[in-house]
T-cell receptor
Framework: EPEVTQTPSHQVTQMGQEVILRCVPISNHLYFYWYRQILGQKVEFLVSFYNNEISEKSEIFDDQFSVERPDGSNFTLKIRSTKLEDSAMYFC??????????FGPGTRLLVL | RKEVEQDPGPFNVPEGATVAFNCTYSNSASQSFFWYRQDCRKEPKLLMSVYSSGNEDGRFTAQLNRASQYISLLIRDSKLSDSATYLCVVGGSGNTGKLIFGQGTTLQVKP
């Protein structure tokens, strides 16, 4: 069964540093998403991406965040200058049409 | 009012019990509804989509009441392996695929 992969599984960084979280979606899927889950809290939508454009972004997804599909297979989330409150699990998801979304295993980000 | 609201539990039930989870959502324009399952420190995994006509998948039955903006999940003959957090998820009203998650209901099935 095809699956979404994410790297790294864990990332520890210093406040103010840039991080790039990587995702390889399922190959024939066209819609891509990032979500985050702060420990003990609910999963929160960050951004949706289709046809090389952001379709929708949440209030969390401010100017410090960006997404990119650099090579037709990877889908990345960049945080330019990390803050303590960015510590969370970041999930990538994808869907073939705008229906069932399949989630990757997540990247656990810890900002010190 | 929260966009998607669930009783966080935990629900502690013996094996073989029937357990029901409820969820309410605030946006009457929402068009898609799901139950996801999340194991500790893992990603959400789709359990089932929810339709107005109701749908059943083995021991799991989901119902949607659009008038009341209410979604339910019934688990019959619960197994130890059903222990997890069950997430009520609603699609955003825009055409972007955004999913809005409830905080989840924790189920612990005991032998």
């Amino acid at each position: 069964e095809p699956e979404v992969t994410q790297t790294p599984s864990h990332q520890v960084t210093q406040m103010g540093q840039e991080v790039i979280l990587r995702c390889v979606p399922i190959s024939n899927h066209l819609y891509f998403y990032w979500y985050r889950q702060i420990l003990g809290q609910k999963v929160e939508f960050l951004v949706s991406f289709y046809n090389n454009e952001i379709s929708e972004k949440s209030e969390i997804f401010d100017d410090q965040f960006s997404v990119e599909r650099p090579d037709g297979s990877n889908f990345t989330l960049k945080i330019r200058s990390t803050k303590l409150e960015d510590s969370a699990m970041y999930f990538c998801a994808c869907s073939r049409q705008q229906e069932t979304q399949y989630f990757g295993p997540g990247t656990r980000l810890l900002v010190l | 009012r929260k966009e998607v609201e669930q009783d966080p539990g935990p629900f502690n039930v013996p094996e073989g019990a029937t357990v029901a989870f409820n969820c309410t959502y605030s946006n009457s324009a929402s068009q898609s509804f799901f139950w996801y399952r999340q194991d500790c420190r893992k990603e959400p995994k789709l359990l089932m989509s929810v339709y107005s006509s109701g749908n059943e998948d083995g021991r799991f039955t989901a119902q949607l009441n659009r008038a009341s903006q209410y979604i339910s999940l019934l688990i019959r003959d619960s197994k130890l392996s059903d222990s997890a957090t069950y997430l009520c998820v609603v699609g955003g009203s825009g055409n972007t695929g955004k999913l809005i998650f409830g905080q989840g209901t924790t189920l612990q099935v005991k032998p």
